[in-house]
Each structure stands twice: as structure tokens, then as C-alpha cells.
């Protein structure tokens, strides 16, 4: 389906020089001379290759329809992790390269966005929060408030986050799977 460039969006796919990307960044720029344009980011949904590429405002681009399918994480073997289809049962395998760096907030039984181009899986895409617990954290010093210092902590998967000195081993928190990062203390 033809787009006109203004409509892209970070998170969609785009069919260009014969290869699937995903826009990972946007920006619109309107230099003072000549035409406006859209500077984005994009990373092959296929591989690991990333470019930047300028679109003419006028300029039509074509966007790709995903299909979204909600599946289970059942386990990972080497770099390949296992998901099931919760209504036809069955399992498929997808490349840790497709899953990126949030593979590792995967977690046994997790539901998960697997999304799908003529039949074949292309990306998976996990809960945007989930709940982890802090093995280990730094103790808090002395002196040391509630501004804006953080200090490292591990969670209980071995990531290493940065988060508020409050936060003490055993607690339990938000943690954000996009960007790796803390977001709050969780609600029991």
C-alpha cells in the first residue's frame, strides 16, 4: 500500500529497494532552502543491516502489512527461541537476531507479538513492561538522595540496569523491554 512520507511512523515496515526495514526514527526537516523531508532510520527486518534514508515529502513510499499473531514463549535452544500458537498449537522457531536485545526479558510461558509477511515470521515483539526482581544492587551511600544519581543493580535474569538508590536487592520492578530500563517500583 502506497503512503505518502509524512505518514511514517516509528514501528512501521516499509518495503525499499527491494528489502523489508522497520523505521526505527523519524525526523522532519524543512531547510530554508529547497524542499522539505523526512530523514529516517531504519533497520532490515531480515538482518542487522541499518541505514538512514531521505524521503521527499511528496514522495510515496510502500508500507507493508504485518500480520499479528499472539503466541507463547515455550524455550530457547542456542539462539533460536520456540513459540506455540495458543489456537492452532502450532510451534515455530525464530532467530534471536529477529528478536533483538530484549530477547533476554523473555521469561517461560510469555505471551508475545510474533508478526508475519506472506506466511513467514519476521520479528517478534515482547510486552513493552514487565516485572523482574533485583538480585543485587549497590547499597545506598550516605548523603546521597533522590535526584537524579542512579546505581547499578542486577536483575534476576544477569541484566544490568541502572536504577534509583531506594531500590534495594529483593525488590520487585517495572522494568521497560524497548529500551532496557527501569520505570518504576512494582505494585504487590
Given amino acids: 500500500m502506497k503512503v505518502n512520507a509524512n505518514s511514517l511512523r516509528v514501528g512501521n515496515v516499509i518495503e525499499h529497494k527491494g528489502k523489508l526495514w522497520v523505521i526505527t526514527k523519524t525526523q522532519h526537516t524543512q531547510p530554508g532552502k529547497g524542499g522539505a523531508y523526512i530523514q529516517a532510520e531504519m533497520k532490515e527486518l531480515t538482518g542487522e543491516t541499518k541505514t538512514n534514508e531521505r524521503f521527499r515529502s511528496s514522495e510515496d513510499v510502500e508500507r507493508v502489512h504485518l500480520d499479528e499473531r499472539s503466541q507463547q514463549f515455550l524455550f530457547q535452544e542456542g539462539d533460536d527461541y520456540t513459540f506455540m ?90 522494568i521497560n523491554t524497548v529500551e532496557c530500563s527501569y520505570v518504576e517500583k512494582a505494585k504487590d
Fill in 85 to 174: 500458537d495458543q489456537e492452532t498449537y502450532d510451534q515455530i522457531t525464530i532467530p534471536g537476531s529477529l528478536i533483538g536485545e530484549s530477547a533476554q526479558f523473555l521469561q517461560d510461558g510469555m505471551m508475545v507479538s510474533v508478526f508475519y509477511h506472506e506466511g513467514k515470521a519476521l520479528s517478534a515483539s515482547l510486552p513493552e513492561t514487565i516485572v523482574m526482581t533485583i538480585t543485587e544492587a549497590d547499597p545506598v551511600i550516605k548523603g546521597q538522595t533522590a535526584s537524579s544519581s542512579y546505581k547499578p543493580a542486577i536483575l534476576e535474569n544477569g541484566c544490568r540496569i541502572m536504577v534509583p538508590p531506594h531500590i534495594e536487592a529483593g525488590t520487585r520492578v517495572v
